[in-house]
């Protein structure tokens, strides 16, 4: 009898146990799903520097246009900074020498910048530079207002008043070859730098023009 009782107390004590372990599984159920939930909120806040890294390749992607307009703009630039350095021996009018100076300290860094673009695409550079060979043509490069051997050796020759009113006269029609350029890449661009600087240009290079026009004595 008595090792009935044994077996019985035993068997109770078994009962309780097992009773304990499912209890505590089922709390550390609990406390899983809340660390599973948890582990969701952080694989959520993980997501978001993925999802913030793919905004940023997006807002980095460039297409065909945005490197024509690199590849375009940089010998265009150059042309116009070669131009604009013989000013300051060449002219005579204040003004004009004053406008020169502008051209080049906003075109130079201009360049730096597109270079890095093509560098960073892997694009090759312009392989030819019209403004510092003298052999380009707007009807040969496809770059509107470029100007041709004729015209950059005419303004090397040219001094005094006669270099002011062919350097204005010519840079107006450089500047209006830039501006088509650059609202052809804020329209047709997708890199936003590229976008930017398009916009920038057309800004500054429209006042220039009026400021040039009005140094000719045009309305």
């Not at 900074?81 to 130079?108: F, N, P």
């Not at 001094?159 to 010519?170: E, I, M, N, R, W």
């Not at 830039?178 to 800004?203: C, F, L």
Request: hydrophobic share 35%.
């Amino acid at each position: 009898m008595t090792q009935t009782r044994s077996l019985v107390r035993r068997a109770a004590l078994a009962a309780t146990a097992v009773s304990a372990a499912f209890v505590l599984a089922a709390c550390g159920s609990d406390d899983g799903s809340d660390t599973g939930a948890e582990s969701g909120s952080a694989a959520g806040s993980g997501a978001q520097p993925s999802a913030s890294a793919s905004a940023e390749d997006t807002a980095g992607a460039h297409n065909d246009q945005d490197v024509s307009f690199a590849q375009g703009m940089i010998p265009h630039h150059q042309q116009a900074i070669e131009m604009a350095g013989m000013a300051a021996d060449q002219a005579s009018s204040a003004e004009v020498k004053d406008l020169a100076s502008r051209i080049e300290k906003a075109q130079d860094p201009e360049i730096k910048t597109m270079t890095g673009w093509l560098e960073s695409w892997g694009e090759d550079m312009p392989s030819a530079m019209p403004g510092m060979d003298h052999s380009g043509h707007s009807s040969d490069s496809g770059m509107p207002g470029m100007m041709g051997k004729e015209d950059m050796d005419e303004l090397m020759k040219a001094s005094g008043k006669d270099f002011d009113t062919k350097f204005l006269t010519l840079m107006v029609e450089h500047h209006e070859g830039a501006v088509e350029m650059a609202t052809t890449e804020k329209g047709k661009g997708q890199y936003g730098p590229a976008t930017k600087m398009a916009d920038d240009i057309i800004t500054a290079q429209k006042a220039e023009i009026e400021e040039m026009n009005k140094l000719l004595g045009k309305d």
